[in-house]
């Protein structure tokens, strides 16, 4: 039998139970709170509570701390203890694969790690189960910048398996520093959505009182279950506040501030929509779903680089590659002395596409002569794209095809919604 760590020996001995308030006393702090139950990931010396201001905190323990009764409370109980089923609801898969969003917190360092299985994800928001019969799947647990190529194509197989299988719609909870990237390649890679694939992150984590996770996973939930919509789109918080949520196309969303709830915003096109209370407001076009089966195309060439474009950017600054997104300036221009190295790159049969540093907007390289010359040598102009979508794109046109009048027409196609046909000139931040 597994003896006592000397946590639990000392809460044994001070005769208090998860959900009773009380006091801790160590050296060098005191503090008061309700006792939670000890996390799986914490150190076996670490006792947690939650403070009055929300927050839980770790506490590491010795033999000379004070642990002390303040007041009875109740001890926590798991509302469901099954996923349930109700043949009623339309059945939505959640398919996790890390972030803020399902994330616990190691009360030795304060770091944040993604949880262990969509279950606790799942769980840790009951309100889901009124909504839909929820599915549970882990694609993989890490944070949103370890997400590379392999991991797309591995999460569209996920996800049209999913759909396949009878799901109408699917979550996928996502570290937000790099789920417009995720939400570009997935748009090109699933074809023939017979349901809204839904990508849903949160600005802060589920252990603070001013956390988006909730109402994100809610309204995500409610439009994959709730909505024809046939495309995939980013769901998160419309404003600062908790009033609604917005619903963007997923080749058109971007995230714009480090840490505010409403960070992502749709770039040179409005929002599909937004979740109000409860309710999915459409107000703009989107791609209907549709009936069959779900196709993934994961074609796509990796060799691809984006170079963001700054004064006195050297030649050899620009690598060789397959294919390369110039994020260049304004209407899309780039120094002098870096022309050269285009053209050798272009000669040795590089495909170089055009972008803009500009959030909004679109390029036009005929205004002046260095995009016309830039244009004249071959290089793309991606028009009103993202750089993050044209980067996608360009790996995946190049999946598609070696001849490069092919790959320009690709380039230059809307595919999947990101290009519009006129740029809004009133979609700013």
């Not at 570009?184 to 996770?213: E, H, I, T, W, Y």
Request: with cysteine.
């Amino acid at each position: 039998m597994k003896s006592k760590n000397l946590t639990q020996k000392m809460i044994s001995a001070s005769r208090v139970n998860i959900g009773d308030r009380i006091s801790i006393e160590t050296k060098d702090l005191k503090k008061e709170g309700v006792l939670m139950p000890h996390h799986a990931f914490s150190d076996e010396n670490i006792i947690t509570i939650k403070l009055d201001n929300g927050y839980n905190i770790g506490i590491k323990v010795d033999e000379s701390t004070k642990i002390s009764l303040v007041e009875k409370g109740k001890k926590p109980v798991k509302t469901i203890k099954e996923i349930p089923f109700d043949k009623k609801k339309p059945t939505v898969s959640i398919v996790g694969t890390g972030g803020t969003i399902a994330c616990y917190v190691e009360y030795r360092t304060g770091a944040v790690f993604p949880a262990s299985t969509a279950e606790d994800l799942a769980f840790a928001v009951p309100e889901i189960f009124d909504i839909a019969n929820i599915k549970a799947n882990v694609a993989f647990q890490i944070f949103s910048e370890d997400m590379t190529v392999d991991h797309w194509r591995e999460l569209a197989k996920i996800i049209a398996d999913e759909l396949n299988k009878g799901s109408g719609g699917v979550v996928v909870p996502h570290g937000t520093d790099t789920m417009g990237y995720t939400a570009a390649a997935l748009s090109f890679m699933l074809k023939n959505l017979s349901g809204p694939v839904v990508l849903v992150g949160a600005q802060r984590s589920s252990d603070r009182p001013s956390s988006d996770a909730v109402q994100n996973l809610l309204s995500a939930v409610n439009v994959a279950a709730c909505s024809d919509i046939g495309e995939v789109v980013v769901v998160m918080h419309g404003e600062i506040s908790d009033s609604y949520n917005l619903i963007h196309r997923g080749t058109k969303v971007r995230k714009f501030h480090t840490s505010r709830r409403d960070a992502f915003k749709s770039v040179n096109i409005e929002p599909i929509g937004k979740v109000e209370n409860g309710e999915i407001k459409i107000e703009n076009k989107y791609r209907k779903k549709t009936k069959g089966k779900v196709v993934v195309d994961d074609k796509i060439c990796s060799d691809v680089a984006m170079v963001y474009f700054y004064p006195d950017l050297k030649p050899e600054d620009i690598p060789e590659r397959k294919g390369i997104v110039l994020v260049g300036t304004g209407l899309g221009h780039v120094s002098n002395n870096i022309i050269p190295r285009i053209k050798q790159l272009i000669r040795e049969g590089s495909i170089i596409v055009m972008t803009s540093q500009c959030f909004f907007g679109r390029l036009n390289m005929n205004v002046y002569s260095k995009g016309r010359d830039l244009l004249k040598m071959g290089v793309i102009s991606c028009e009103d794209m993202l750089p993050e979508t044209a980067y996608v794109k360009l790996m995946w046109a190049l999946g598609h095809s070696k001849k490069p009048d092919e790959i320009k027409k690709i380039m230059q196609t809307n595919i999947i919604g990101e290009i519009s046909d006129r740029t809004k000139t009133n979609c700013y931040f």
